[in-house]
């Protein structure tokens, strides 16, 4: 069972509106990533923090896109102005390092309408 | 740069039957590779991890194995039940050192009883 928790697992907004997204990693982990699942199941890596820092984002995350992993508080995507583009399952990931098995949370499925 | 390709997108058996699914990969570096399932309505759950140090992995009956050669890792299983019914991603560590995955396009695997 995942150990990976994500708030909350259904999200709606409309286009324009923010959506934040949030996720506790499994207890030690320091190492936690954010994907995007599309439609069609293809995995896009958006974004990875060992503990507070950015160790890798993609450019979409550098405009529309925000995330943190602020110490002794859940890490969070939030989406400035959502476009309908944005419906996808959010998934939050965490690892021990960054050499070692990556176990996902349930994901948070948001629509844009 | 890294690339992952599962070219079956679907896959449909009867109990029993072999289970087979083919990936390939690309990488200028040691590869790590791993094999998940996703279940409708979760996330990834990892099910192997294979590096160039054990060649192989086994876990609840099913086994991949890598080779360098053909760079492959296909993921085998000798007799599937109802319940493995899934999606199966393909997944590569990227280079890089940052921890990110590369995923393949995923095979959904659908057991008729």
């Known amino acids: 069972n995942s150990k990976v928790i994500q708030t909350p697992r259904y999200l709606v907004k409309g286009q324009g509106q923010k959506a934040k997204m949030r996720c506790i990693p499994e207890k030690g982990h320091p190492v936690v990533f954010w994907y995007q699942q599309n439609k069609n199941n293809e995995f896009k890596f958006l974004i990875n923090?060992?503990?507070?820092?950015?160790?890798?984002q993609i450019d979409m995350t550098e405009k529309r896109f925000s995330a943190e992993c602020p110490s002794n508080s859940p890490c969070s995507l939030e989406i400035q102005s959502s476009e309908a583009g944005d419906s996808a399952l959010y998934l939050c990931a965490s690892s021990l390092n960054r050499h070692t098995e990556v176990f996902f949370g349930k994901g948070t499925r948001l629509t844009v309408v | 740069g890294d690339s992952v390709t599962q070219k079956q997108g679907q896959v449909t058996l009867s109990e029993d039957d072999f289970l087979f699914i083919n990936c390939t990969y690309s990488?200028?570096?040691?590869?790590?590779l791993f094999w998940y399932v996703q279940y409708p309505g979760q996330g990834p759950q990892l099910l192997l991890k294979?590096?160039?140090?054990?060649n192989k992995g086994i876990s609840r009956g099913f086994e991949a194995t890598y080779d360098k050669g053909t760079t492959s890792f296909h993921l085998q299983k000798a007799s599937v039940q109802e319940s493995d019914s899934a999606v199966y991603f393909c997944?590569?560590?990227?280079?890089?050192?940052?921890?990110?995955?590369?995923f393949g396009l995923g095979t959904t695997l659908q057991v008729q009883p």
């Open positions: 923090f060992q503990n507070q820092e950015v160790l890798q």
């Open positions: 294979v590096t160039t140090a054990n």
């Open positions: 990488t200028t570096t040691y590869p790590t």
């Open positions: 997944a590569l560590a990227g280079t890089g050192n940052t921890g990110k995955l590369i």
